[in-house]
């Protein structure tokens, strides 16, 4: 045994922080996790404690190490990863000027639709390659700017959650170039760019963001206090990854240059992306919508990304729960999910339309409306329960679709992660509606590999990303699933309706966001 043969990836998301062990061919050793919590407030805020959040990743990464042999000493680095977007803001002291605003956060919608339409927008998407939304950090800072403005006197620096736990556990203020860059930088030079801040009218809070670093070439040391707390060795290596969406795809094997594949991201959101090889291959498009972020090196991922992916299905079953709750049956959400696939299979496509646009934020992808929200539509007397939520599985499929064609085609195959992955129904309606082979990865855990991996490079244990891709990603990829030939047709047809009434839906939206507003 190496006195030094493992690496611990931190993922800490929007519902699960998690700490795994993995050795340096990146077998998955040992687990630790804890659930996270978020409040919603009542006026579209949703926010969530910095210090638990601290405590909660303190807590996972001290089960981790004492379920783990001489863990602290075999330890050869730590990286971090979690959710993205938001804004955690901090002090000069370090300590958190307000609870963390997470990418659910709907408060700046109205912020968001002025930036959009604003004259400079094509100045910061030029610059950024990734449209304007609700959720990020650019936006919430431009919000509190005009609504609490002593948020930001009282700040700085803006974190991101990783960028926070990285903090804690080095003493270092610091942000990665995946999230500082698609927020403010620029795609081309991966550094800050002065014509997006400015753009942003954000040119007298600039101090707020701190340096941007590569994880993949440079490390921090764990203090002696974050030492104590989780039971690791001071001076440990801890290198920052990149948002959790992008270690997915590292993860995952989005990071593949021979085989270009897409990947799909199915957990809380939907990431639906594509491998671009450099910055020439960066695609822009009309709407200005979608991000793009840089892996180390040179090479890129774009992506389209719906608001609200598996929420739908929790919140469907949420409402089944409910119902049940009526009658005093206790029914827990989990208990019906274990049998959801056998019900959506059995039901009818096409006898109900969902768009799955269930979060307050609205939509980010590929179109960026705050007022978005669910339907179902095409509803009659003969539509059951089975064919909703076989319409919400439908609905999932045919938004990805949409994210895909928005980005130039759907890639000749898929990878796909995240929490649907493991349904048999969701992975064969996929293939179909996608018209592509999928495949899965025997990595649970893709965000804490990918993370992982990020570490191995800067370790030197790696000559580059491609390299560790070699070692942690390929054994792990299963066989593909091939697209049902009698279900692809069916999915074009339904893609065209689909389309037909998410385009007609804007008007809607904007009516019913004006009622709600005038009720409240």
Known sequence: MSEKDLIIGVDAGTSVIKAVAFDLSGHQIALASRRNEYTSLANGGVEQDMNRTWRDTVAVLGQLVDSVPECASRCAAVAVTGQGDGTWLIDRNGEPVHDGWLWLDARAAETSRHLAEGAECHVIYQRT???INVCQMRTHLCWMRDNAPDLIKRASTAFHCKD???????GVRVSDISEGVFTFGDYRTRTYSPEVIDALGLADHKELLPPIIDGSVVSHGLSDEAAKACGLTQGTPICLGLVDVMCSALGAGLYDPAAAPGLTILGSTGMHMRFVPDAEAVVLNDAQCGYTMPFPGGAFAQMQTNMAA???IDWALGIASQICATQNMRVEPEMLLAAIDDLVIGA???????HPYISSAGERGPFTNPDARASWTGLDQGTTWADMLRAVFDGLI??????YETMGNVPGEIRLTGGAAKSKAFRTLLAAGLGAPVRTIAQPEA??????MIAAVQQGLFEDVASAVDVWVKPHLNDAELPDEELMPLYNGLFDTYLETRRALPHVWSSQSKARRELS
């Open 447 to 452: 965000g804490a590999a990918g993370a992982a």
């Open 129 to 131: 390659a990734t449209g």
């Open 398 to 403: 045919l938004a990805g679709r949409d994210c």
């Open 164 to 170: 926070w736990l990285y903090f804690k556990l080095t």
């Open 348 to 354: 009818r496509p096409g006898s109900a339309f969902y």
């Open 310 to 312: 598996t929420l739908n």
